[in-house]
């Protein structure tokens, strides 16, 4: 069992940054394949970016490529997601998910956080 909590959320302005931070519990984020999803009203939930449980497959969606950056920090069982020049279609409930292997589809991934909003002006 792993429970996730993710904070950071917030309202920004377009090209201001965001750090958004996944924390588990119940078991460590070493043994998961870790990812960040996204939902905007009326749209289905999307992959984002995804990390291993050692940090070293990366994956992200071409929409955020080169503007978002997920890290892991084992020690503390936190995920980051550090987000840039942020855009107004970036504005979406931001969600943390764990699976046991590497997908973008969100049906692989078992558990999951709450969720957090991110806001991104005009």
């Known amino acids: 069992q792993v429970q996730l909590v993710e904070s950071g959320g917030g309202l920004v302005q377009a090209g201001a940054s965001l750090r958004l931070s996944c924390a588990a519990s119940?078991?460590?984020?070493?043994?998961?394949?870790t990812a960040w999803f996204r939902q905007a009203p009326g749209k289905e939930r999307e992959f984002v970016a995804s990390i291993t449980r050692r940090g070293t497959i990366l994956s992200y969606a071409d929409s955020v490529k080169g503007r978002f950056t997920i890290s892991i920090d084992n020690a503390k069982n936190v995920v980051w997601l550090q987000m840039n020049s942020l855009k107004p279609e970036d504005t979406a409930v931001y969600y943390c998910?764990?699976?046991?292997?590497?997908?973008?589809?969100?049906?692989?991934?078992?558990?999951w956080g709450q969720g957090t909003q991110v806001t991104v002006s005009s």
């Open positions: 119940g078991s460590t984020l070493s043994s998961y394949v």
């Open positions: 998910a764990s699976s046991t292997i590497i997908s973008r589809n969100r049906e692989r991934y078992d558990y």
